[in-house]
Nanobody, 124 residues
Framework: QLQLVESGGGLVQPGGSLRLSCKASGFTLGYYAIGWFRQAPGKEREGVSC????????EYADSVRGRFTISKDNAKNTVFLEMNSLKPEDTGMYYC?????????????????WGQGTQVTVSS
């Protein structure tokens, strides 16, 4: 059964860091793109970052570029999102998603499997 499970969220102060994990099961990384999305209450869902697990090429939203880093460990079938210099506006539910192909997209509907999400709260 294909499954994505996020972990690593929590409460952090502004300027702090978190590392999110997206553990995949039921399929093998290396043939698909994995994206991270977030959604804050009352706001639209936003594509944050994406990685082509075949070659590691990554993309970032302008709002997180330079602060967030996406990476993969194919042996562990896991994708990570390292988040530094966190801001209150980074607060939201973070989801990872698998795309049907190896190329990235920042559109939610271009993905065919999603995790249950992990909450990130940036507050003092």
């Amino acid at each position: 059964q294909l499954q994505l499970v996020e972990s690593g969220g929590g409460l952090v102060q502004p300027g702090g860091s978190l590392r999110l994990s997206c553990k995949a099961s039921g399929f093998t990384l290396g043939y698909y793109a994995i994206g991270w999305f977030r959604q804050a209450p009352g706001k639209e869902r936003e594509g944050v970052s994406c990685i082509r697990t075949m070659n590691g090429i990554s993309e970032y939203a302008d709002s997180v570029r330079g602060r967030f880093t996406i990476s993969k460990d194919n042996a562990k079938n896991t994708v990570f999102l390292e988040m530094n210099s966190l801001k209150p506006e980074d607060t939201g539910m973070y989801y990872c998603a698998k795309r049907r192909t190896y190329s990235c997209s920042n559109t939610w509907d271009d993905y065919d499997n999603w995790g249950q999400g992990t909450q990130v709260t940036v507050s003092s």
